[in-house]
């Protein structure tokens, strides 16, 4: 058994090995301003900038068939479609082999592609892909992008964002413009950038640092972590805790709850704010002078700190909460 079980391993190996390559590099001349569709089974897909008024598509594709002859046939019978019409250029590929042939190929068999493309800097994008993850940067214009098969990564955009995925991670970094993100499969990582921004996972922790906006995020499979936002902040997870990191003075209200952990936020000494901290899991404890409307109770607090301002709530059924001072 232990024999067959090795010829066996080795059998996969082998399979694994065998694959048949293709590539294709085209350009096509544009004007700023248009439109990149790009619309994929699989492979991940990379967009970034140039100086010129043209777009550059560069596609590497590898299948692995059983034989040379199968893996041809797959590349003919499943081409990289470009379409150019007015200021929109399309690249698609549809595969044709049914079930989770069309993503996987089926035992002993593998798809794997790579999309890298440069467009002017003043163009928009709308990408999809089912097997891979997808990278833009330093684009100007409006950008969606979605893929069931893995992370998100835009930086240095400008515009709106709408980037969602069920199989992995989204990171953000210096992006100016609402910003709508949702993932299933993984955290999300939004650092610096400014306009808004609204996220949600169910599969992983959340961390904002550095944002000028409005900021609104949701998790239910991990812990959120705010720190220095310009603006009002809405954080709500049922899966661990949070920890904030506040502005002074704070530039809106203030809204943090879990289900899953504790409540902590560090304030500058004069921070002025409206403080209203509850929670059923542990105390609530202000490092801060607080004026407060009614009794003093272990686990609430409600009051003005430094003569008050912006609504700081706090609540928490898993940890007790904690405003400590910076």
């Known amino acids: 058994m232990k024999t067959l079980t090795l010829l066996f391993l080795g059998f996969l190996a082998g399979s694994a090995l065998a ?8 350009t096509f001349q544009v004007a700023p301003g248009g439109v990149l569709v790009v619309d994929v089974d699989f492979g991940a897909i990379v967009v970034n900038t140039n100086s010129a008024d043209s777009v550059t598509v560069n596609v590497w594709r590898r299948v692995s068939r059983g034989s040379s002859a199968k893996e041809q046939k797959f590349f003919t019978d499943n081409p990289v479609a470009f379409v150019q019409e007015g200021g929109t250029l399309t690249v698609r590929s549809r595969v044709k082999e049914d079930g989770w042939f069309r993503w996987f190929g089926g035992f002993g068999r593998r798809n794997e592609a790579r999309y890298t493309i440069l467009v002017p800097a003043r163009f928009d994008a709308r990408l999809t892909t089912a097997g891979d993850g997808i990278t833009v940067s330093n684009l100007t214009g409006a950008v969606k992008a979605g893929t069931s098969g893995g992370a998100l990564r835009f930086a240095q955009l400008t515009g709106s964002l709408d980037g969602a995925t069920s199989g992995g991670g989204i990171h953000v970094t210096d992006c100016a413009g609402p910003v709508k993100i949702q993932t ?40 959120i972590t705010v720190e220095e936002i310009a603006g009002a902040v ?11 990191v506040m502005l002074s003075p704070l530039t809106g209200d203030v809204s943090l709850a879990t289900s899953g952990g504790g409540v902590t936020v560090k304030v500058p000494a004069d921070a002025a704010f ?13 490092d801060l002078p607080v004026t407060a409307k009614g009794a003093f109770e272990h686990d609430r607090i409600k009051g003005t700190v430094n003569g008050g301002g912006p609504v700081l709530r706090l609540r928490s059924s898993g940890g007790g909460i904690h405003v400590q001072k910076l």
């Open 274 to 286: 409206n403080l209203d901290a509850e929670t059923s899991g542990g105390g609530v404890s202000c």
């Open 184 to 223: 299933s499969g993984g955290g999300i990582e939004v650092l610096g950038g400014s306009g808004s921004l609204n996220g949600d996972t169910s599969g992983g922790a959340i961390t904002v640092r550095k944002f000028k906006g409005p900021v609104s995020v949701g998790t239910s499979g991990g812990g």
């Open 234 to 244: 809405t954080g709500d997870t049922s899966g661990g805790s949070i920890h904030a």
């Open 19 to 26: 694959a048949t390559e293709e590539q294709i590099n085209k």
